[in-house]
């Protein structure tokens, strides 16, 4: 089975904080994404990445940055948290050939 | 820019009985997902269809697609309890697997006993 982990189920932190939110698939996966998942608004994406040390800004990339260092693992920062990027953040991965992105469980982070 | 609009949003039905949660497109693409949602959870894939009137069914689910339409549809048949969650569409906008998915607001689906 597809697994994609992420380092914090909940995450509490302080305005003005730097962030970092940990994402590793087991598949060898060369897509992997970060959204943001808001009531009332769906899922929105945030950016991903395509390979190694590659990025590619979504649809809501501002404060946002990304790091992907090694195929498996892909980091989601937050340079600066703001009461504003309370969320839920999903972490996601496939590979060419089968489209389907494939979820973490998620890391719902609380920024006061 | 891509916009995909679900209904109806929310919809509360009972057991036994049929529905169809409809999700429309804005611009061309050759994939659409459906996802199941519980409270808490993560996002568990239930379709992905990749062709013009493609049609695909697990249990009393049934997904369909008309790319001429821009339009796809979930539909429940015979409903029950265990099926109440959201439920989301979401449209690839270009070609391969490399692009991120743009999703509708989500369809939150209580099916009463």
């Known amino acids: 089975d597809v697994k994609v982990t992420q380092s914090s189920r909940y995450l509490v932190k302080r305005t003005g904080e730097k962030v970092f939110l940990e994402c590793v698939q087991d598949?060898?996966?060369?897509?992997m994404f970060w959204y943001r998942q808001d009531p009332g608004l769906g899922l929105r994406l945030i950016y991903f990445s395509y390979d190694v040390k590659m990025k590619e800004k979504g649809d809501i990339p501002e404060g946002y940055s990304v790091s992907r260092e090694k195929k498996e693992r892909f980091s989601l920062i937050l340079e600066s948290a703001s009461t504003n990027q309370t969320s839920m953040y999903l972490c996601?991965?496939?590979?060419?050939?089968?489209?389907?992105?494939?979820f973490g469980p998620g890391t719902r982070l609380t920024v006061t | 820019e891509l916009k995909v609009e679900q209904n109806p949003l929310f919809l509360s039905m009972q057991e036994g009985k049929n529905y169809t949660i409809y999700c429309n497109y804005s611009t061309t693409s050759d994939r659409l997902y459906w996802y199941r949602q519980d409270p808490g959870k993560s996002l568990e894939s239930l379709f992905v269809l990749l062709s013009n009137g493609a049609v695909k069914q697990e249990g009393r689910l049934m997904a369909s697609l008309d790319t001429k339409a821009r339009l796809s549809t979930l539909h429940i048949t015979a409903a029950v309890h265990d099926l109440s969650a959201t439920y989301f569409c979401?449209?690839?906008?270009?070609?391969?697997?490399?692009?991120?998915?743009?999703f509708g607001k989500g369809t939150h689906l209580i099916i009463q006993p």
């Open positions: 979401a449209v690839g906008d270009s070609g391969g697997g490399a692009d991120g998915l743009t």
């Open positions: 598949m060898d996966h060369e897509n």
């Open positions: 996601a991965s496939n590979n060419d050939y089968s489209y389907e992105q494939y």
